[in-house]
C-alpha cells in the first residue's frame, strides 16, 4: 500500500463516516473499523471524518445541515450489527443478533438526504443493506435459510467461517455478474468479478428507488444504484475495503467514490465563493470575517 505525501497547499475533500455504537465493558463506544478509514484515505484519496450518531433523537433539519458543512461525501461500513426489522415490516430478531438503533437513527436519514442533495454515497454490507431499507426495501434476516431465486444456481451460504484466518473469511468467494452496459460494468471493465462473502442478511425486496447492477450465482443482489441519482450512490454487498491496494475491482470502485467526492467538493466550493462574490456569505460581516457557532467574530 502506497500513501501520498500530505501537501499542505492541498485540502482533501472530506468523508463522513458514521460510527457503530459497541459497548466495551459497561461503556459505549462510537467506532469504525480501521481498513474502512485506510480505504477512504488511501483509496479515495480522502479525508476520512468519523461522525458519531446522536443519541437523542435526530434533527433531521439541523443535524443534517451540520453533516453536509462539513463532508464533501458520505461512506457506510460494514458492522457485526444489523438493521433493525421494526424499520422493514420484518419479524422479531432472534436471541443474540446484534442490533445498533442509533446508527439505524443517523443512516437512513442520511442516505436519503444525500441523494436528495447529489451528495456522493459509497455503502458497503451493513451500508447497502441500510441503502435498500431507506428506499423502502426489506431483507432477508439469514439469507442462507431461504430457497434460491427462480431461474439462478442453489443458494449459497453468505456467511464467513468464524474460525477461518482472515486471508481466508476475506478471500474470494464467488462471482458476481454485472448487468451488461451498467454503471458497475462501465467503472471496473468487466462483465464478471470476484468478491468475498461475509454477510448473513440480504436484500429480499429491492427498494423500488433501486436499480440492480449485478447478482451472485443464486441470484442474491450484490450490487446496486440509487435510479436517477444526480450524483454518485452506489452500494455493494462484500467488502471492498478489505486489502483493497491488492485488488482492482476495489481499487477502481473507491477511486471513482473519491473522484465524486472530489468533483462535489470543487463544485460546492464554486457555489460558496459564487455567494460571497455576490455578497451572500453566510455568516460572515460585512468585512468578510468569519462568525463563529456563537455569532462572535472568529
Known amino acids: 500500500m502506497t500513501r501520498k505525501s500530505p501537501n499542505p497547499a492541498r485540502r482533501r475533500p472530506i468523508v463522513g463516516v458514521p460510527c457503530d455504537v459497541k459497548m466495551l465493558g459497561p461503556h459505549p463506544f462510537h467506532a469504525v473499523g480501521e481498513k474502512y478509514i485506510a480505504a477512504v484515505d488511501g483509496g479515495a484519496d480522502c479525508q476520512p471524518v468519523l461522525l458519531p450518531v446522536p443519541r437523542a433523537p435526530l434533527d ?120 451488461a452496459g451498467g454503471v458497475f460494468e462501465g467503472l471496473l471493465g468487466a462483465a464478471k468479478i470476484e468478491v468475498n462473502s461475509l454477510h448473513g442478511q440480504g436484500i429480499a425486496k429491492l427498494a423500488p428507488g433501486l ?46 467514490f473519491g473522484d465524486a467526492v472530489r468533483e462535489a467538493a470543487a463544485n460546492n466550493k464554486s457555489t460558496q465563493e459564487s455567494k460571497v462574490s455576490h455578497g451572500d456569505g453566510r455568516g460572515e460581516d460585512g468585512d468578510g470575517r468569519q462568525h463563529g457557532r456563537s455569532g462572535k467574530v472568529a
Open 60 to 179: 433531521a433539519g439541523a443535524d443534517l445541515e451540520e453533516i453536509f458543512a462539513l463532508c464533501d461525501g458520505i461512506f457506510l461500513t460494514g458492522s457485526h450489527s444489523n438493521v433493525h426489522p421494526e424499520l422493514y415490516g420484518g419479524a422479531h430478531p432472534r436471541e443474540g443478533v446484534l442490533l445498533d438503533r442509533q446508527r439505524d437513527a443517523l443512516t437512513l436519514d442520511l442516505i436519503r438526504a444525500c441523494v436528495a442533495r447529489a451528495v456522493p454515497l459509497f455503502c458497503v454490507c451493513r451500508g447497502f443493506q441500510e441503502l435498500n431499507v431507506a428506499f423502502g426495501g426489506t431483507l432477508h434476516q439469514h439469507i442462507h435459510e431461504e430457497p434460491g431465486e427462480q431461474g439462478f444456481a442453489p443458494r449459497l451460504d453468505h456467511r464467513e467461517g468464524k474460525d477461518d484466518p482472515l486471508e481466508i473469511q476475506y478471500g474470494p468467494a464467488h462471482e458476481v455478474t454485472l448487468v
Open 211 to 256: 436499480t440492480v447492477e449485478g447478482r451472485a450465482p443464486d441470484g442474491t443482489i450484490e450490487a446496486v444504484r440509487v435510479t436517477g441519482a444526480k450524483g454518485f450512490a452506489l452500494g455493494v454487498q462484500w467488502h471492498p475495503e478489505w486489502r483493497y491496494w491488492e485488488n482492482p475491482v476495489s481499487q477502481k470502485l473507491f477511486r471513482a
